[in-house]
């Protein structure tokens, strides 16, 4: 039984942060890369960032690059998504999920978060 519970998220202007964080449980956490995706009203889930087993290596998508930061706790078996100069456009639903292989291609996830809602209001 895999579980990953995000939270943190919340209704932000734009220009605002939020941190969220996911929990993870059920699985051997400092195995796995750990990743943020998203899901926008009416659009695909899209990647956001990711960050490898031992922390050593992220990478982000274009839209977050300079905004938001990746980190990840093993000892604490979390993952974090540091989001600043939040915009109107980030508003989604933003799922933590976990791969056994780092790489930003949804279908190379094994596990997923229930999601959190962001709302950035202009």
């Known amino acids: 039984q895999v579980q990953l519970v995000e939270s943190g998220g919340g209704l932000v202007q734009a220009g605002g942060s939020l941190r969220l964080s996911c929990a993870a449980s059920?699985?051997?956490?400092?195995?796995?890369?750990m990743g943020w995706f998203r899901q926008a009203p009416g659009k695909e889930r899209e990647f956001v960032a990711v960050?490898?087993?031992?922390?050593?290596?992220?990478n982000y998508a274009d839209s977050v690059k300079g905004r938001f930061t990746i980190s990840r706790d093993n000892t604490k078996k979390t993952q974090y998504l540091q989001m600043n100069s939040l915009k109107p456009e980030d508003t989604a639903v933003y799922y933590c999920?976990?791969?056994?292989?780092?790489?930003?291609?949804?279908?190379?996830?094994?596990?997923w978060g229930q999601g959190t809602q962001v709302t950035v209001s202009s």
């Open positions: 960050i490898s087993r031992a922390g050593v290596f992220t």
């Open positions: 059920g699985l051997t956490f400092g195995t796995y890369a």
């Open positions: 999920a976990a791969s056994d292989i780092y790489g930003t291609q949804l279908s190379t996830y094994d596990y």
